[in-house]
């Protein structure tokens, strides 16, 4: 119990906003989880918010003795996310009890959750007390009955087929469905079926009409018979695009009654990802060029800095030449991938290159490692790590190893589950953190970036061994995974 305690307490701190007071509240509301448990017959949990608005963090468990635990471990630590679990967050936000709603557990089991709310002494929602029963079996009953609208398979399992003059299919399923009587004619047709047809031109009505003349293409309706189910996919007719199965049926005594055809309109479906094939190469030439644009930025500020003489004045150029470099190598990714995602270690390997090249590593020794894990960012983000991981390593550069020929540079990536983090670390001089140094290091722009544009957080830690720079930044959707 002991554990469990200082494990609530833990998660609280390291995830929420939660004052010690709040703490304690969820503590006691913990304490008593077994018999709720236990009186309720059901699986109970206490969540917290994080600084993730979209994300809770389960702090305590309990499971009932008297029937079976929907769980087979504990997912103490674990996270709700509102795609999955939105009864929870809602509570959380509104402070309002969720009846009886629908989720998704961390195991992947279709649930129904009552979620009351759990209030401090000032009437804030700290957490929410979960109940949660298994309805895993009613959810896979109305997905096949789901599926049974839109596929010949469940058509197949059922072994129905509707008489002449029979509407008792459904009229809500989007695809459109046809029967064919034994001798190929048109017995039955949903709304779906009978609006499709008369987009095409189809004025009388589809009852009565032969296979042959209803077919959109050559097959023949003794090949059905013979294949006993045929599919077509991208069946382009006119301006329309269709998936259509054709399926043959027999009747309990196992005596063949007819055909189906069901019509799946996917036209919007392909033309959609058309356009989105279009908009690739569209973005990915924009990328190039792009990172191009900027690459001949950089070779004129090389130029210009050939012409200078004054030393501060080349680390300056060079300084520039590095920040524009680092925000191409990010465009460079993207078009190459021809995605929004970079993948974080490879445009900091990019980073790390232009460093060496245009510094004044070449006078000195003085090494840069890069280490870690990697994940995908989107581009905003890429673009935004680059800045400050290239602004932060000059700063070492400049400043770090004043009055030394040799020193090193480690910048290493850690992937957290949600906050990850990047840590630029020298063995140089270090400095001062209580004079004002901002200006020096140039941290009041890192700084801007990190907490307006990362969302995060920048912490220094600095002594005569050296400097530990760290900032983090919430993982977004695309790098839930490393990769």
Do not use: W
């Not at 390593?393 to 400049?398: A, E, H, P, Y």
């Not at 004043?402 to 290493?412: A, F, H, L, N």
């Amino acid at each position: 119990m002991v554990f469990e305690e200082l494990m609530l307490v833990a998660l609280c701190q390291q995830h929420s906003d939660l004052n010690e007071v709040d703490i304690q509240k969820i503590k006691r509301n913990a304490e008593c989880l077994d018999s709720v448990a236990e009186l309720m017959g059901a699986d109970i949990f206490i969540d917290c918010c994080t600084r993730d608005p979209d994300v809770a963090v389960v702090v305590a468990q309990a499971r009932p003795y008297s029937v079976k635990s929907l769980y087979a471990g504990s997912v103490v630590g674990k996270f709700a996310h509102r795609s999955k679990e939105p009864a929870v967050l809602r509570t959380l936000e509104i402070g309002m009890p969720t009846m009886d709603m629908s989720g998704v557990t961390q195991e992947d089991k279709s649930v129904r959750q009552s979620v009351s709310p759990i209030k401090n002494s000032s009437g804030v929602v700290i957490g929410a007390l979960i109940a949660e029963k298994d309805v895993t079996e009613t959810v896979r009953a109305e997905k096949k009955l789901s599926v049974l609208t839109q596929t010949t398979e469940q058509l197949i399992e059922r072994r129905t087929f509707p008489s002449n003059g029979d509407n008792s299919l459904p009229y809500h399923v989007t695809d459109g469905i046809v029967t064919f009587s034994h001798s190929g004619v048109c017995t039955y047709a949903n709304p779906v079926a009978e609006k499709i047809y008369r987009d095409l031109g189809y004025i009388e009505r589809l009852q009565g009409l032969s296979f042959t003349n209803m077919t959109f293409h050559g097959v023949e309706f003794d090949n059905i018979l013979a294949k006993k189910q045929i599919t077509l996919n991208d069946l382009e007719v006119g301006n329309y695009i269709f998936h259509i199965k054709y399926t043959y049926v027999k009747n309990k005594h196992d005596n063949f009654t007819g055909v189906v055809m069901l019509i799946n309109d996917v036209t919007d479906v392909k033309n959609k990802e058309r356009e989105l094939v279009l908009k690739t190469v569209a973005i990915s030439e924009i990328h190039h060029r792009v990172k191009n644009n900027l690459q001949t930025i950089a070779s004129l500020l090389k130029l210009q800095c050939r012409r200078v003489d004054d030393d501060s004045a080349k680390a300056a150029f060079n300084e520039s030449i590095s920040q524009v470099l680092s925000i191409a190598a990010t465009h460079e990714i993207l078009a190459e991938d021809c995605k929004d995602d970079v993948d974080i270690l490879t445009m900091l390997r990019k980073i790390k290159i232009n460093t060496v090249q245009h510094s004044l590593l070449a006078s000195k020794g003085i090494s840069i490692n890069l280490k870690g894990d990697t994940f995908l960012c989107d581009s905003d983000t890429a673009t935004s790590i680059a800045l400050v991981v290239n602004e932060i390593t000059q700063n070492c550069l400049k400043y770090a190893f004043t009055g030394r020929d040799s020193g090193t540079i480690d910048i290493e990536i850690c992937k957290g589950a949600m906050y990850s983090n990047i840590s630029i670390i020298d063995d140089g001089i270090g400095f001062d953190l209580n004079t004002d140094s901002s200006e020096k290091l140039g941290l009041l722009i890192v700084r801007r970036i990190v907490t307006e544009k990362l969302k995060g957080t920048l912490s220094t830690e600095s002594s005569h061994r050296g400097t530990k720079v760290l900032f983090d930044f919430p993982l977004n959707k695309s790098g839930a995974e490393a990769i």
